[in-house]
C-alpha cells in the first residue's frame, strides 16, 4: 500500500481485461479505519490492512464487493452498502451487516447519491478534506480526465448523468476513483469536463 494523500492509502489491482488499475482504499480516522471498495489484493497487503486495522468495509456499489469478505474475515470489519445494491452483493457470498444512506456521515465521509450505473451506487464526500471517492459512477481514465464504463454496463444512463452533474457541484479537488487513475488536484474540473461532454 502507498501513502497518496495524508491518512489516504492505495493499493492497485492491474485489470488486463480494462487496461487500467483496480484501486482500493484505506482511510485511517480515530473512530475506526475505513477501507473502501477492496480491489483484490496480495496477501502482504491484506496483512499490512490487518497491521493497520479496519472497523469497517464500504462498498460503494454492487460490483465493488470483490476482496471485502477477505478483509472482513481477517480484521472483524463490519460491510456496508446501500440497499439497492446490498442483494447482489449478497447472492455472492458478501455478509452485508449496515447501510449506505444518503446524507449519512460515516467516519469523516458523507454518503452521496451516486446512482445510474447501478441502483443503489454512493460516492464518498469528505468536505473538509475536499475529497470524492466515487467507485463506478465515473473512471479516471485516461490519466487526469474522466469517462464513463461502457454503456452495457449501465443500468440507467440519463440517471448515472445527473448524479455526475450533482456530484460535480460538490467542494472537492482530489476525485479518488475505483477504477483508473486518480486525480489529486483538479478532480472536480475533470469531473466537470466529462458532465459538459455527456450533456
Known sequence: MRELLPGVLTWPWFSARHGYDFNGWLVRHPEGNLCIDPAEMTDQVLDELAGEGVARVLITNRNHFRSSMRVKERTGARIAIHSADAAFARERGTAIEDELRPGQRVGPFTIVVASGKSPGEVALHWPERRILVVGDACVGNPPGECALLPDKVI????????????????????LLVGDGASILAGGRAALERLVARLS
Request: net charge negative.
Open 155 to 174: 443500468d440507467d444512463k440519463s440517471a448515472l448523468i445527473d448524479s455526475l452533474r450533482r456530484l460535480s457541484r460538490l467542494d472537492f479537488d482530489s
